[in-house]
């Protein structure tokens, strides 16, 4: 998208972000388009898993989301094993395998032996991605 203002032609993120500042500047209390105010809010923690275990049979995963904006803007998480999406969960609990409230274990035996690296991503409404990533040897 290209913007126009005072004759400010935006191009690219550090003229979209001088320009975002310019017009906060004059207005803290502005709106303008393209300018997204929440742009460091999401975080999320792997946990349940060590980077660099091994680890054989049941493990868990869950992706720990926090949003300044709330846990209701969090959208959903994303889990990804070597790679490969595995699941999308999209409500609070954010597990790697069925989302409820104990978090169900996932079993390696699907895995050959070795390291396989597992990440989620988390995303927001206000268009924000966090993501984290554990390595663990699987040999079962």
């Known amino acids: 998208a290209v913007v126009v203002i005072l004759g400010l032609t935006v191009f690219g993120e550090q003229t979209r972000s001088a320009y975002c500042d310019i017009v906060y500047s004059l207005d803290s209390n502005a709106d303008p388009p393209g300018c997204d105010t929440d ?19 049941n493990i868990t995963l869950e992706g720990v989301v926090t949003d300044n904006a709330g846990e209701d803007n969090v959208t959903n998480v994303l889990f990804y094993i070597d790679g ?11 597990c790697m395998n069925a989302g409820d409230s104990s978090c169900s274990p996932y079993n390696t035996g699907a895995l050959s032996n070795g390291n396989h690296t597992f990440r989620a991503v ?13 390595t663990v040897n699987v040999q079962n």
């Open 39 to 57: 742009t460091d809010s999401l975080k999320i923690s792997c946990v349940g898993l060590n980077n660099g275990a091994t680890v054989s049979g």
């Open 84 to 94: 490969s999406l595995h699941r999308t969960e999209n409500q609070a609990r954010y």
């Open 122 to 134: 988390a995303s927001d409404a206000d268009g924000n991605s966090a993501s984290c990533e554990v």
